[in-house]
């Protein structure tokens, strides 16, 4: 139930100091504190953004997922963005979650953001909007959303520690500016991020309150990240309310006592525990939990994970070759590793154990069933750590069914549980207080003879023994406080070991639960290997004997990942050369870019068509097919500017020096740092075909435009294929030869359009007022009267039509 202002002062006045300080900390990972006297239960928080894993991090306990957020980003499309929140928010529901931890609204910076994938895009219009469209989707059905990670959270190198150092103007144009469209959106909660900006950690900042609190007027609760508050006073002080996870030595009594000394003023804990009172009046916490009906499931919850695959994905280049005529198809290669085992989502906390999984292989055999025979070539084998055990794999040693047992055991060696259980990754296996070592068995099934590589992850003590024999045993000391390693994504140590095809071993792996060393223990196993070389002919074979061939290549879990930046953007010389030979053997070869982000593409002009596929999600190999073979036009427009080559971007630092990581760009981010250095990428921010072709004919706009108020253009485009089509019509703006620094130009407003072949469509496009603001330091915000140039589009390097409109003085 919702509550007034004079309900929560009541409520209020029924706590104690000691009370209200406690309310203020969580009472365990995912969940607030209780107090019965005023009927507030626990509320309850989730991870996402592309899933809601609930409280649990268990693969019994599956969860709907989403495409990655560049893939949302990629549909231009709030409509969409909106009805996919609200899937989020019917899996909250039926996970009994109250706040979603998403959307992500930090910028794609540097592409070697280890987290690329799980932020929307380059420019903080666009991840103002998108995120706006999912906050408002998730929202509307009574399931709060988190604006994270406040601020210039923008890479994950030292991210417990690194001082951002940003000018004012470009963190507030920049950086700030998707956070303010948040609140605009009618956010309830922001998380203040690990990282500090310009020397203040930011749960200890002055932006938490100006201009979170103060001048956007946010009512809801900022939320530290996960373990990031280290101090009392400072954090207590500043706009911070509530620290999680709990309970926390940090806060909790220690700040009661701080307010008793005189450290932090008591009306300062006072308004941080009316924000969380309203935050659980809105969200029910203060009442009965809602059992919204419609919420609990969505029949049509796969056709709407598919239709957005296909509305994300990208069409970089196609030479004639897409979309398939599957009446003209006897035999599709469809080839790579990536093909039969399409990743659907990047790692770290934001991953979910999904309900299914559709691989590109798995789409294209039901798109063409009946029609074109497939073949699949896996080529060579993905390069990194083994995956974790799979119950195709191994058995449950003491039942016989597919899995593996997992055992906790006392400092004797004695049973404390046993369970069955279906993966090798155990991010939270069920530990008691007397727990000492977490076991987890399986019987191998080896499905070919050779040299198997073995491994188990984790901190503490380690030891893998295989039918008897002990393989490993040493110690992984901890090296680092990064929750995302040690409690997600722990190093694996690995050793080999030959088994024999139809030959069950026995595996048994041990780690000892250490303090401070979380409780995740990672199982993993990988056949030998295949000739790389030999791999690569034989997929070339394939692709000579058929009418196309489909190459899927990508990252994997050791590329993009949180806790980690990447180190370079290249996907191996085995996967360019599998591209190279493929296309080499089939001139009518598409190849399928699986990824989170940008990754250089060396044979882009070897092939008949590239489509970026992203990290589609549990239904993303159906809709990639759909787009493979015209079912569904390729709707994407890229988010982000896609390099040749890393040593062409603008930015690509993420690595700080003397703990100090300098945004020395400025308002220069992605395609803007491009213009500004006069360099061509291989394909602009908001490029994307479709199955038709445009012709911009017409750009109108209004010629004086008041200071402060924003403005229409209108945009006619004509259809000039031979299909129906959506086209993405941007609109930048440019200010040559003004007092005033700006961009080169910058997107101020897009919409989309249809038409049938032959027929025109007008986009009309709102530019906001802000589009023209530009912050002084000092001053606030100001607009310079002049002229202004409006350019309208399909991407930042391709704007035809051009109109001057003359901004006018204020008043």
Same mark, same amino acid.
């Given at each position: ?11 209020l ?25 005023i ?111 406040y ?23 920049v ?10 959106a ?40 996960w ?11 500043a ?19 701080a ?15 009316r924000?969380?009172?309203?935050l659980?009046?809105w ?16 029949s ?9 695959a ?5 069409l ?21 590793a ?17 309900h299914?999984?559709?691989? =590109?292989?798995?789409?294209?055999? /039901?798109?063409?069933? %009946? @029609?074109?025979?497939? *073949?699949? &070539?896996?080529? #060579? $084998?993905?390069a ?54 977490v ?37 992984a ?30 595996? =048994?792996?041990?780690?000892t639960? /250490?303090?401070?060393? %979380? @409780?995740a223990?990672? *199982?993993? &196993?990988?056949? #030998? $290997? ?39 953007l ?33 044979w ?14 549990q ?46 760009? %400025? ?82 407003g ?62």
């Open positions: 139930m919702a509550t007034t202002d004079d309900e929560r002062e009541r409520l006045d029924k706590l104690t100091p000691e009370a209200r300080a406690a309310l203020l900390t969580g009472a365990s990972t995912w969940r607030t504190r209780a107090e019965p006297a009927g507030l239960r626990e509320v309850v928080m989730s991870d996402g953004p592309a899933g809601v894993r609930g409280e649990s991090w268990d693969e019994r306990d599956t969860s709907a997922l989403l495409p990655s957020p560049s893939a949302l980003a990629a549909t231009w499309d709030e409509d969409l963005v909106a009805e996919l929140g609200g899937l989020l928010a019917a899996e909250a529901r039926r996970k009994g979650v109250d706040v979603l931890l998403a959307p992500a609204l930090n910028l794609h910076r540097s592409p070697l953001a280890g987290r690329h994938f799980e932020c929307f895009s380059e420019d903080p219009l666009l991840t103002g909007r998108i995120g706006a469209a999912l906050i408002r989707g998730v929202q509307a059905h009574g399931i709060a959303a988190t604006a994270k990670h601020v210039a959270n923008d890479s994950e190198t030292d991210r417990l520690t690194v001082d951002v150092r940003v000018g004012a103007r470009a963190l507030r144009e950086y700030l500016a998707p956070f303010e469209a948040a609140v605009a009618g956010v309830r909660v922001v998380m203040a991020a690990y990282n500090g900006v310009n020397g203040a950690s930011m749960a200890a900042s002055p932006l938490l309150t100006e201009p979170l609190k103060g001048e956007w007027g946010f009512t809801g609760v900022v939320v530290s990240d373990g990031a508050v280290t101090s009392t006073a400072d954090t207590a002080r706009g911070l309310d509530l620290v999680m996870p709990g309970p926390s030595e940090v806060w909790g009594a220690a700040l009661a006592r307010v008793a000394a005189g450290e932090v003023p008591p009306e300062a804990v006072d308004d941080k525990v924000r969380l009172l309203r659980a009046g969200t029910g916490a203060l009442g009965p939990r809602p059992t919204t009906t419609a919420l609990q499931h969505r049509d919850e796969g056709e709407l994970l598919r239709r957005a296909a509305a994300g994905a990208v970089l280049a196609d030479r004639g070759l897409l979309p398939l005529d599957p009446d003209r198809l006897g035999t599709v290669a469809v080839i790579g990536h093909a039969a085992a399409t990743r659907t989502a990047g790692g770290g906390s934001s991953a979910v154990f999904p299914e999984e559709v691989s =590109v292989l798995d789409g294209l055999r /039901a798109a063409l069933a %009946g @029609r074109a025979r497939i *073949v699949h &070539a896996p080529g #060579p $084998a993905p990194g750590p083994p995956p974790p055990l799979a119950p195709g794999l191994c058995a449950d040693p003491r039942t016989g069914a597919p899995g593996l047992l997992l055992r906790v055991l006392d400092p004797s060696g004695a049973e404390l549980h046993a369970e069955h259980r279906l993966s090798g990754r155990q991010l939270e296996p069920p530990c008691g207080p007397d727990a000492h070592t076991e987890i068995s399986a019987l191998l099934r080896p499905t070919v003879t050779g040299e198997w590589t073995l491994g188990i992850g984790g901190f503490g003590r380690l030891t893998l023994v295989l039918d008897g024999r002990t393989l490993l045993d040493e110690d000391p901890r090296h680092t406080d990064d929750p995302a390693v040690v409690h997600v994504n722990p190093p694996v140590r690995t050793v080999t070991a030959r088994l024999e095809a139809d030959r069950p071993a026995l595996l =048994v792996t041990r780690r639960l /250490a303090p401070d060393t %979380g @409780r223990v990672v *199982v993993t &196993a990988a056949p #030998p $290997a295949d000739d790389p070389a030999a791999a690569i002919r034989e997929a070339a074979r394939a692709a000579a004997r058929a009418d196309a061939a489909v190459v899927v290549v990508g990252t994997t879990a050791h590329d993009e990942s949180e806790g980690a930046d990447r180190t370079c290249a996907l191996g010389p085995q996967q360019d050369a599998l591209v190279r030979a493929v296309a080499a053997a089939n001139p009518r070869t598409a190849a399928v870019v699986n990824s989170g982000g940008p990754v250089e593409l060396p882009r002009d070897d092939v008949a068509a590239v489509l970026l596929a992203w990290f589609p999600g239904q993303g190999g159906a809709g990639v097919a759909d787009v493979l073979v015209g079912r569904h036009e390729p709707g994407g427009r890229l988010p982000t500017t896609w390099p040749a080559a890393l040593t062409d971007a603008p930015v690509t630092d993420t690595v700080p020096r003397d703990g100090r990581l300098r945004y020395d760009e %400025g308002l220069h981010v992605g395609h803007r740092g491009w213009l500004r250095d006069g360099r061509a990428p291989a394909y602009w921010f908001g490029h994307g075909l479709g199955y038709t072709t445009w012709e911009y004919e017409e750009l109108t706009a209004p010629g004086d435009v008041p200071a402060g108020t924003p403005f229409t253009v209108r945009v006619r485009v004509r259809n000039t294929g031979g299909r129906p089509g959506r086209e993405v019509v941007q609109v930048y703006l440019a200010r040559p030869g003004a007092d005033v620094e700006y961009p080169v130009r910058w997107l101020a897009y919409a989309a359009v249809r038409a049938d072949p032959g027929r025109t469509a007008t986009a009309a496009v709102t530019v906001p007022a802000e589009a023209l603001r530009h912050w002084c330091e000092g001053y606030g915000w100001r607009v310079e009267p002049g002229a202004c140039s409006v350019l309208a589009g399909r991407c930042a390097g391709e704007l035809p039509l051009r109109a001057e409109v003359r901004v006018l003085p204020p008043g």
